[in-house]
């Protein structure tokens, strides 16, 4: 029983910081790329909107499969 809650938390801890990292990066490439070219603003933020609903919607997904697999029935 130990040995699965293990697996569950560390499934779910790599679930939780994949999408965390990939934010984390895109904030920097907005950061990085705003001030090279502080007038293309418009077009950077929605860039990275799209990226965070993705980014986003990929954490909910793999947060709910990770539910649906370790599920007691």
Do not use: C, D, W
């Not at 293990?6 to 934010?23: C, N, Q």
């Not at 984390?24 to 007038?39: D, H, W």
């Not at 990275?48 to 954490?59: D, H, Q, R, Y």
């Amino acid at each position: 029983m130990l040995a699965e809650t293990f697996i569950i938390l560390m499934v779910m801890f790599i679930a939780v910081m994949g999408p965390s990292v990939v934010i984390s990066v895109l904030g920097y490439a907005v950061i990085k790329a705003l001030s090279r070219n502080p007038s293309a603003a418009s077009k950077i933020f929605m860039g990275m909107a799209i990226m965070l609903v993705f980014v986003e919607a990929i954490s909910i997904i793999s947060i709910l499969i990770i539910f649906q697999l370790f599920s007691v029935k």
